[in-house]
């Protein structure tokens, strides 16, 4: 049991963490070596370092994409290894890319999800250039070495290793990159589970990006967070009208006016639920609609919100505050097109991320409340629930397993992650999906993702990658 005051305790909570073995004694059988021999991990780091630096010279910016280059880079890689690979056109210039190694089909396969595309980086304002694909005082530089090229490696790596290993397998694994992630994935994972949800007719578990290993700022380890759910994305988009006339003559209620107030309120309310007395509710339905220990869990949460202490305290932290509560971000304005003239129309986007199970109804309500004008109109621009996955199986023992041997006296914790993914399409084909990179990220770190000098250390995408080799093995090899 956590103590009443501590923020780090409950932070496990807040974060809808299900930490239902964290204490207890895992035993471990060494999963370091194979059949086919001993593995050598620091020639298989120096190779898949290669291989990363290779792929980060590729630029598969989206827009427009181009993730043609790099499906046709890894394929490239695949087939020199002995593994046949598979190009889908999505869209010109854009392309998914589907291999398998194959097992003895005795347990359902393992699909290692990635995507190909990578947000904009703008070369002036980086240290390195974002697309030279360079080791710089052992960091590996470029767009996409964390989000997430350098866990496609790895992913790929550990295929590799696996085959030259001559490993037998209970399981098939499948390697699949697609495209348009970052944008929503309309061209890339949607389009393949709709086109050929077939392929993937046979897969059990998907293991995707998503959550770290997650280190204190003594840079040790606090807990391996394994996301087997993600928050819900709902896109509002509040639109306000009225009289349009010359600047010179000001109207008290124009579109501009009206939008302008109703935001103020909205913004005010921030994180979303934190300070609203619907979060209660909210959460105590969540609890209530859950199996136990779930339930206990979540009303655990529904107490630590009625603190005012603890609220307080989260409110400083934008990760967890964010894994905690419903939030509404204004992300984009419209209005009007010349200085001196009031335009008619104005309007906001709302990027909002809500917890599972509150229901998305309700939240348009509560926003509509909190503005407290009828006359704006509210539309819904974008709704993907992420669905959850069983956080009991196979490949949650084998992270156990590993994370005991690699971090002893760590826990393996589910999480849920307030960002999202493509893991909800492949649940939707009844996939058990899950975000999980082995690697020990520090914040500073995390922010260059989406942000400027987005590089990883060497040591840390090494250690990694073995990590992760651990963890496949244990669920794939076939056992005596």
């Known amino acids: 049991m956590r103590a009443r005051g501590s923020i780090i305790s409950t932070f496990a909570l807040a974060m809808f963490v299900f930490a239902l073995a964290a204490n207890a004694t895992v035993h471990v059988q060494h999963i370091g070596a194979s059949k086919g021999g001993q593995v050598d ?163 059990e578990f998907l293991i995707n990006e998503g959550s770290h290993i997650i280190t204190g700022s003594d840079g040790k380890p606090q807990f391996w967070g394994v996301n087997f759910s993600e928050k819900n994305v709902l896109w509002l988009k509040l639109t306000a009208t009225g009289q349009a006339g010359h600047a010179s003559m000001p109207i008290k209620d124009s579109a501009t006016n009206r939008l302008a107030r109703a935001l103020e309120k909205l913004v005010a309310v921030y994180p979303m639920a934190v300070r609203s007395p619907q979060v209660v509710p909210d959460l105590k339905k969540i609890s209530q609609s859950r199996p136990e220990p779930l339930k206990g869990y979540y009303a655990q949460v529904v107490e630590d919100m009625k603190n005012p202490d603890y609220v307080s305290g989260i409110e400083n932290d934008r990760m967890l505050s ?19 003239v009031i335009p008619g129309e104005a309007s906001a986007e709302i990027d909002c991320r809500l917890l599972p199970g509150v229901d998305k109804d309700e939240f348009i309500q509560r926003v509509q409340k909190i503005i407290q004008d009828p006359t704006i109109k509210t539309s819904v621009l974008e709704w993907n629930i992420a669905g959850a996955s069983e956080i009991q199986n196979d490949l949650f023992d084998s992270i156990k397993k590993v994370a005991a041997e ?10 849920v992650v307030p960002w999202f993914t493509d893991s909800h399409w492949f649940r939707k084909l009844g996939i058990n999906c899950y975000g999980f990179e082995p690697f020990e990220i520090k914040p500073e770190l995390l922010a260059s993702m989406h942000g400027i000098d987005e590089r990883v250390p060497v040591s840390v995408y090494s250690t990694g990658l073995r990590r992760f080799y651990k963890i496949l093995v244990d669920v794939v090899q076939a056992k005596p």
Request: net charge negative.
């Open 41 to 203: 991990f620091d020639k298989a780091a120096q190779e898949a370092t290669e291989l990363l630096c290779e792929y980060l010279k590729i630029d598969t910016t989206v827009p427009p994409g181009n993730e043609k280059l790099g499906a046709e880079y890894l394929a490239s890689v695949l087939k020199q290894n002995g593994i046949e690979a598979r190009l889908y056109e999505t869209a010109p210039n854009r392309s998914c890319l589907y291999a398998r190694l194959k097992g003895s089909g005795k347990k359902k396969a393992v699909v290692l999800l990635n995507h190909i595309d990578v947000v904009p980086a703008v070369a002036a304002d980086w240290k390195h250039p974002p697309f030279a694909g360079e080791v710089i005082d052992n960091d590996i530089w470029g767009r996409g070495a964390l989000d997430m090229k350098g866990f496609g490696i790895v992913e790929l790596k550990t295929m590799l290793m696996i085959k030259r290993q001559g490993l037998k397998l209970d399981r098939d694994i499948i390697f699949l990159a697609t495209p348009d992630e970052e944008v929503g994935g309309d061209f890339g994972a949607r389009w393949f589970t709709e086109k050929h949800p077939e392929l993937l007719s046979d897969a």
């Open 322 to 340: 964010s894994m905690l509560v419903n939030t509404a971000s204004l992300t984009v304005l419209k209005a009007g097109y010349k200085t001196n």
């Open 406 to 415: 690699e971090s002893p006296g760590t826990p393996v914790r589910p999480v």
